[in-house]
């Protein structure tokens, strides 16, 4: 069967990437509309309305209003931007969540994708909560490290400009503590308050990890770092997209140093746990604009149209 596919936004980061992901699949037909038809409301309805699937690539303010356009109960919208994603009418796009929730994507004809830094948080953190290990109410603080295409074409054309020594430094910016993906980390990883987050830029495309450090005499019971390890094989058994990595291992390193970008290209997460007896750091790594963006709405797709879930998508 062949779908309909209509993307809105084709235009930016994540939408570029997507029809990247699509132009080739025979199961595909791609919806184009006119370059100077893109902001008439009209044509984007009739676009929006004609397609089995709709992706949103897209400002909150602009998704809402795509979202009003569709009157087709046959439409699926896939929604990239952080507008939907607590909304209790939406499938939250993240199939490895916990159990359910694949066939949730699969009835719901409205899905939210994931924020990149929230999919690793969620994925690090929601197995320990599920499993009763890390309270509910732990003061869980983050930090991510990020390429410069998660900012836009706007940071994107200023850090490969060249030319301005500030930015081969890292960045850390959200300084206020108000990052826009704090709401799902904290609903999705099942959280009693949002977590204190440090996102940091730096000088590389893509790529991002997100790390959660902890004391293990804080949390709900006593475990040991394997004993963690073992919490996440068992959460993601059978997860083609998740790997979980050895304990500690020299081969989690490159030369003692951790490489963000390992996982590029690819629609993969890597879940790490490094430290001791009394300190720990989880760590989950992935492609911000693969699984962090485009790669989890193509997941998303194929699950939903009952396509492999891995179509167009590389491990």
Known sequence: MVFKVFVDGQEGTTGLRLLDYLSGRSDVELLRIADDKRKDPAERARFLNAADVAFLCLPDVASREAVSLVTNPNTCVIDASTAFRTADSWAYGLPELARGQREKIRDSKRIAVPGCHASAFVLAVRPLVDAGVLPADYPVSAFSLTGYSGGGKSMIAEFEAGGNPKLDSPRPYALGLEHKHLPEMRVQAGLA????????????????????????????????????????RK?????????????????????????????????????????????????????????????????????????????????
Do not use: W
């Not at 450090?213 to 394997?226: I, Q």
């Not at 997209?241 to 291992?249: A, D, K, L, Q, T």
């Open 193 to 232: 308050q949002a977590p204190v987050f440090n996102p940091i830029v730096g000088n590389f495309l893509k790529g991002l990890a997100v790390t959660v450090p902890v004391f293990t005499d804080r949390l709900a019971r006593k475990v040991s770092a394997e004993q963690i390890v073992e919490i996440y």
């Open 235 to 315: 959460h993601y058994e059978g997860e083609q997209f998740v790997r979980v990595m050895p304990y500690n291992s020299a081969d989690n390193l490159d030369g003692g140093f951790f490489d963000v970008q390992a996982n590029n290209d690819t629609n993969r997460v890597d879940l790490f746990v490094f430290g001791n007896a009394e300190r720990l750091n989880l760590v989950a790594r992935l492609d911000n604009l693969g699984k962090g963006a485009a790669g989890a709405a193509v997941q998303c797709m194929n699950v939903h149209v009952g396509a492999d879930e891995a179509t167009g998508l590389r491990a």
